[in-house]
């Protein structure tokens, strides 16, 4: 049996921030921000915005009546939780007028949450072929303003249909993970911020990927030329070109053809990211939907290699086959005019959003009236969210 993913979509608010004026802001040089970790714009979020609205924003490009009858169990990725109890998936679920013969729950583990709930819907479909599963993966990345970190913010949201004959990509069985207790990023209780040691993060994305690539390689017996290619966690898109290069690629010349190719359909594959930023648990498939959106070289058949890292840290390698008529089932002139419509804001005006972003449970009523999405958080009310989902266009 077939089982992968059958839908993909994604979310993100509707204004961005340029990175060569936060740069010059900052007093940094452009090229920084834009060479130096690959980002050229930065989603900025409202208030009338959080991990819930985003995620239902993006699931209800995909989601049909004939979906909502199938599916019997939303998993929610984040590490940008609203409740240390009651899960984002039932908020989601209710919005999209899911039925209530579900199952829905939130998963945790940093920027990996999204591949977890992946693969625990590969298994419950195999064991419920008639069923789906609607994966989510929502996050609004935050390390403070003039940080070091703060280039690296962003935030949106991935919805994945998870079903058996999926029409996109088919999941291989075999896998590859490795975890070990490290102090690379985390948000201790009561923080709203991340902390993270950058660069010893880097290095151990970097150290995992080699070992879970490598103990794929020995599983599956696959080469480079398997692949037509691979997507990874970005929390910044620079991240991959080092994945490219320095595990990938490393003992291939730079100047043939090969190399050049797998180059290129990463260029595609990091298109959407360098504009959005980091999304934390969605970063890798928005790079997956970037890739099939934009790279023209593709084809049914053919494999794409996947490398998942959650800080803390777990790493996963792991792969999918391309199905036929795939190009069908993309969303991509939606996503296009998501990303090119979007407003740009001032560093002014994203630093008085980032700061109005709702981060407690305290009463307040938000402005809804400049946000056009179909879903939005328009308040607090008894320390209860307030959510409103607006008539379908």
Not at 77 to 91: H, P, Q
Not at 205 to 226: C, I, M, N, R
Request: glycine content about 8%.
């Amino acid at each position: 049996m077939k089982i992968g993913i059958d839908k993909a979509s994604f979310y993100t608010a509707d204004m961005y921030v340029d990175m060569a004026k936060l740069a010059l802001e900052r007093n940094e040089d452009p090229n920084k921000y834009l060479i130096g970790i690959g980002q050229h714009k930065m989603a900025v979020t409202p208030p009338s915005q959080d991990i819930v609205t985003l995620a239902a924003n993006a699931a209800a490009q995909i989601i049909t009546p004939e979906d909502r009858e199938q599916i019997d169990m939303v998993i929610f990725g984040t590490e940008s939780g609203i409740d240390n109890s009651k899960s984002a998936a039932i908020y989601v679920a209710s919005l999209l007028g899911l039925k209530n013969n579900l199952r829905t729950f939130e998963i945790k583990q940093a920027c990996y949450g999204a591949t977890a709930a992946l693969q625990m819907a590969k298994g419950h479909i195999a064991l419920h072929p008639d069923k789906k599963v609607l994966v989510l993966g929502a996050d609004i990345a935050r390390y403070g303003l003039r940080t070091k970190g703060e280039p690296t913010q962003g935030g949106g949201a991935v919805a994945l249909l998870i079903s058996q004959n999926p029409h996109i990509l088919a999941l291989e069985d075999e896998t590859a993970y490795y975890t070990e207790d490290v102090m690379d990023f985390w948000r201790p209780i009561g923080r709203n911020e991340a902390v993270v040691d950058g660069k010893f993060s880097a290095n151990v994305y970097l150290d995992f990927l080699q070992e879970t690539y490598q103990q794929y390689t020995a599983k599956t017996g696959y080469q480079l030329s398997d692949y037509a290619a691979f997507v990874f966690h970005l929390p910044f898109t620079k991240m991959g070109i080092k994945a490219m290069r320095q595990v990938i690629l490393k003992d291939y010349d730079p100047e043939s053809q090969l190399y050049q190719t797998y180059m290129e359909r990463y260029e595609a594959a990091r298109k959407y990211n360098m504009l959005v930023g980091n999304i934390y648990t969605g970063s890798m498939y928005l790079s997956l939907i970037s890739l099939l959106e934009n790279a023209t070289d593709l084809r049914a058949g053919q494999r794409i290699g996947f490398y998942s890292y959650g800080s803390g840290a777990i790493g996963e390698f792991f792969a999918g086959i391309l199905q036929p008529g795939y190009q069908n089932y993309l969303q991509t002139d939606l996503h296009q005019a998501l990303l090119a419509h979007r407003q740009e804001v001032s560093v002014a005006e994203y630093e008085e959003y980032f700061d109005a972003m709702v981060l407690s449970d305290e009463e307040r009523t938000i402005d809804i009236t400049k946000d056009a999405a179909q879903f939005v958080l328009s308040g607090v009310h008894e320390q209860k969210r307030q959510y409103l989902k607006r008539t379908e266009k």
